[in-house]
């Protein structure tokens, strides 16, 4: 039997938790983007380090890539798991949203390299492309990594990703990145909606606009999408003029500009839009509260 080597032998229970600590942010970014849910993308964290705690340090060589091999197999089931819970959910699914930076160069955080209208595509793949994906090309493992995260051989993982990456491109919108003019639509779709100007909110919105609303049977929503800018519009001013006590609060998820809408000092909604050529093309609404995880909100005045 060969004696384990010097890497083995050096990996004492400080270190490891010590290389846990430091790799922490980037594991839960691994899970948040494999499952879409802070909550879960947690446990999935959490559970990892339970099971490294079980393990026996002297059997691992590479302390990086058994945490995020651990880690994406355990989110990988729960994104398993969850697909059957999601078959049966009220109305749309739409991702956690994760409060970010204005400036990403500010911190680094689980969403960073994903941006919202990236989440939303990635929930028409199939687990095994997701994850292929996910940890290729958003977290640059390698196939031989992938695979032994999969339990597939790197070649099959290769063209799950390779599938994915087209489907991804395939659907994913084109929409603006200039932050300074998102923030300027943003800003004017707020202003439109909360004050009840029809036209102004229509002049916004492109005429083949999508809104989808998550209210996961919790809270008042849109049960179906809703298309076209004028319905569209309708439905934001009328649940607008049902809770005027509300406003919003301007904020940044998954790297966008976005709002959250304030009701009674607590989050009742978030509010992504998708923009392209100055148009909002796509309005995406979370009412679901259980979503809502680590989000804050400032005072009225």
């Known amino acids: 039997m060969n004696e384990p080597n010097e890497s083995r032998t050096a990996l004492t229970a400080e270190a490891a938790a010590a290389e846990f600590e430091s790799l922490r942010p980037r594991l839960l970014g691994v899970a948040y983007g494999l499952v879409g ?13 339970i099971r490294l705690q079980r393990s026996d340090l002297a059997e691992i060589d590479d302390l990086t ?3 995020l091999t651990t880690t994406s197999r355990i989110a990988l089931d729960v ?15 739409l991702p956690e949203p994760v409060e970010t930076a204005p400036d990403p160069a500010d911190s680094v955080s689980l969403a960073d390299s994903m941006s919202w ?15 292929s994906f996910v940890l290729h090309d958003v977290f640059g493992l390698t196939f031989e990594e992938v695979g032994g995260a999969l339990g597939r051989t790197p070649a099959s993982c290769r063209k799950l990703a390779s599938r994915a990456r087209a489907h991804v491109e395939a659907r994913k919108p084109r929409f603006d990145v200039d932050p300074a003019a998102h923030r300027a639509v943003v800003k004017a779709f707020s202003t439109a909606t909360r004050s009840g100007d029809l036209d102004g909110l229509v002049g916004l919105l492109d ?13 008042t929503a849109a049960r179906n999408p809703i298309h076209g800018a004028d319905k569209i519009a309708r439905f934001l001013v009328g649940s607008a003029r049902k809770s005027p006590e509300s406003w919003h609060q301007p904020i940044y998820i998954n790297g966008s500009p976005g709002l ?20 909002i093309t796509k309005v995406d609404i979370v009412r679901n509260p259980d979503k809502f995880h680590g989000l804050r909100t400032a005072s009225a005045g």
Not at 39 to 48: G, M, R, S
Not at 80 to 86: E, L, Q
Not at 269 to 276: C, H, R, T
């Open 207 to 219: 005429p083949d606009a999508v809104l989808v609303s998550d209210g996961g049977g919790l809270v």
């Open 260 to 279: 959250i809408t304030v009701m009674g000092g607590l989050v009742d909604g978030v509010i992504s839009l998708g923009i392209e050529n100055g148009r």
């Open 79 to 93: 994104l398993r798991s969850a697909r059957n819970r999601r078959e049966a959910y009220i109305g749309p699914w």
């Open 65 to 67: 890539g058994w945490l």
């Open 117 to 131: 209208a990236m989440l939303v595509v990635l929930e028409t793949l199939t687990p095994a492309e997701r994850a």
């Open 37 to 49: 849910t802070l909550p879960e993308a947690e446990d999935a964290v959490q559970e990892a380090w």
